[in-house]
């Protein structure tokens, strides 16, 4: 079974859902995590999915999505993991993010890691490659990746990776008293930044769940 980066990506994020909520996502939830304009685009995706035999879909329900067990992780190495009860999780490395984009879109996945399912809490989604040291007393080095959950919301005190503007940064996000949005370095070297949502794009891409440092 060969599935495109998309159909991967769309597989691993099926599973880690049913992983951490106990039920799999609406097609709306679906196009939501994918920047799709239509749930439409993700049904179309399911269909896909299931053709190739990775999922089975149920008539007639809004979460009738089922991952089977043994779907393949892909041709890069990861082959042959079983999705739902196997003990890797095969994650998308994002790499440069085109303005505007969606971060999972196909052109910004850059390689693809297996990954003990042990390892994070809660389950990532896909693995951000760090630039630069702003967050380095927060144990995240240049280099480094790190494992991220994605979800649109986030409590203040949480390091997040954010979209503002044209740029993905890894920060910790401060709100305050009279609801200002704050992204926080981990490094004396960098300036606070204050957010601004009705002059700037800003989105919560996801939560950094995790450091993954190669020697």
Same mark, same amino acid.
């Given at each position: 079974m060969q599935?495109?980066?998309?159909?991967?990506?769309?597989?691993?994020?099926?599973? *880690?859902?049913? *992983?951490?909520?106990?039920?799999?996502?609406?097609?709306? %939830?679906? /196009?939501?995590?994918? +920047?799709?304009?239509?749930?439409?685009?993700? %049904?179309?995706?399911?269909? @896909?999915? *299931?053709?190739?035999? /990775?999922? @089975?879909? %149920?008539? +007639?329900?809004?979460? +009738?999505?089922?991952?089977?067990a043994g779907a393949g992780a892909g041709d890069d190495g990861d082959a042959g993991a079983p999705p739902a @009860? @196997?003990?890797?999780?095969?994650?998308?490395?994002v790499g440069r993010v085109a303005a505007g984009a969606p971060i999972l879109s196909d052109a910004h996945i850059a390689g693809r890691y297996a990954l003990d399912r042990a390892l994070f809490r809660p389950r990532p989604h896909f693995l951000l490659r760090v630039e630069g040291d702003s967050m380095r007393e927060a144990g995240i080095l240049d280099g480094d990746l790190i494992a991220v959950h994605r979800t649109p919301v986030a409590e203040s005190g949480q390091i997040v990776v954010a979209r503002l503007d044209d740029e993905i940064t890894v920060k910790r996000l401060r709100r305050g008293a009279d609801g200002g949005l704050t992204l926080l370095p981990a490094n004396p070297d960098y300036a606070p930044i204050p957010v601004d949502p009705a002059r700037q794009v800003f989105a919560i891409e996801g939560l950094h769940v995790g450091v993954i440092r190669r020697g």
């Open positions: 599935l495109t980066d998309r159909q991967q990506a769309i597989l691993d994020f099926l599973t *880690a859902f049913q *992983a951490g909520h106990g039920y799999p996502p609406t097609r709306a %939830e679906i /196009a939501r995590a994918f +920047g799709f304009s239509q749930a439409r685009s993700a %049904e179309d995706h399911l269909r @896909a999915l *299931a053709a190739k035999g /990775a999922i @089975a879909l %149920e008539g +007639g329900r809004s979460r +009738g999505i089922r991952v089977l @009860a @196997a003990d890797l999780l095969s994650l998308p490395l």
